[in-house]
């Protein structure tokens, strides 16, 4: 399923916004101005067992009370988040003009419009990585729970798990069909990479990061454990708590971007953490081959070398840039609320316009060392 636009009204720092979204989606502004606000509205309703009620906090996003959903300046207690999806329009929250009892605050959104029995509306491909993701361990669990198959755990922790049964072709369709290929068209492809095959694709795409690399994995089922090792062409093996944070962290990234299937959703945040800028570079080229793929990507991100990675592809004409929205959120003090700014590309990769703090320290920096002042 992919999402036409996100509105919050009263939620959280936003009065009243409408996030238009294309398939790659990326979300820049300085810290505290409220980027993770629009993947956390899609995580209330990822996280809801029935679309009835959005609970303000469960596996996958913790709000807190109403008062830290609340937009804190609104002039009533009304909220409300709409999605609009070619699955239908989806509103939850109260109407304009509610009136709570400070005791009687609610502890979840009621569904306002839509379908109640869209239970699975996000599909079975929906994968979320939060920036808290687990770092190099020693071992990490099996996912024996949730019946997404694609699904990583929010911190990356089952992508090992994923791997090994990648490489072991364990991972079937609802047919019985092989997961493990990838089509011959698809533009996530590496060029590195001959064949279809998923695994060897990702490998690919993480020599990116890491020349040379080559993951490892297997599993233990009794204990219900996976680890892994990497290498570098040298023929030795070293565990993953001895390669640094960079590997473990991209890890559940690149593996989130070319497993995805066409039509699904992957919400990442800070996808760039502990990586090198070639690496970022890389990784922004490809969130914006997976969206030429068919897949919705929502990102949050500090990078401007992941921002200039996706522009590198629709410069090169791999990309449409209108699969490529920048969205500027900065905080405007005369709303006392935070604003929404759409940045498109044209076909030379070029940003429709530069507002101040979009990604302007560079320049800044470099006239004080040039200037002095």
Known sequence: MIIDSVSLRNFKCFADEVFPLSKLNVLTGVNGVGKSTLIQSILLAAQAPALSKLEFNGALVEIGDYSDLHHSNALDDSSCISIRSANGDFRWGFEEGTKFDQQKYPTSLPQMDGEQNEKDWLGSNFVYLSAERWGPRDYVPLNTQHANPYWLGKHGEFSIAFLNSLANSSLKDNDGKSLATTSEDDPRIHSDNIGVV?????????????????????????????????????????????????????????????????????????????????????????????????????????????????????????????????????????????????????????VSNWPSGFFDQQAIDMKTLITGR
Do not use: C
């Not at 490529?324 to 070029?350: C, F, N, P, Q, W």
């Open 198 to 350: 998923m695994l060897s694709n990702i490998i690919a795409w993480m020599g990116e990061i890491s020349p040379n690399v080559n993951i490892n994995t297997d599993v233990i089922k009794e204990a219900a454990i996976g680890y892994s090792t990497f290498d570098f062409g040298s023929g030795s093996k070293f565990r993953a708590i001895n390669v640094g944070f960079g590997l473990s962290y991209a890890l559940s990234i690149v593996t989130a971007l070319v497993s995805a299937r066409e039509g699904s959703i992957v919400l990442l945040e800070n996808p760039e953490a502990h990586l090198h800028p070639s690496g970022q570079s890389k990784l922004g080229q490809l969130l914006a081959l997976t969206a030429a793929a068919g897949v919705q990507v929502i990102v949050e991100t500090h990078s401007e070398h992941i921002i200039n990675g996706a522009r590198i592809k629709v410069r090169k004409a791999e990309v449409q840039p209108d699969l490529v929205r920048i969205m500027y959120i900065s905080r405007d003090d005369e709303k006392l609320a935070s604003t929404v700014e759409i940045l498109d590309l044209d076909k030379m990769g070029h």
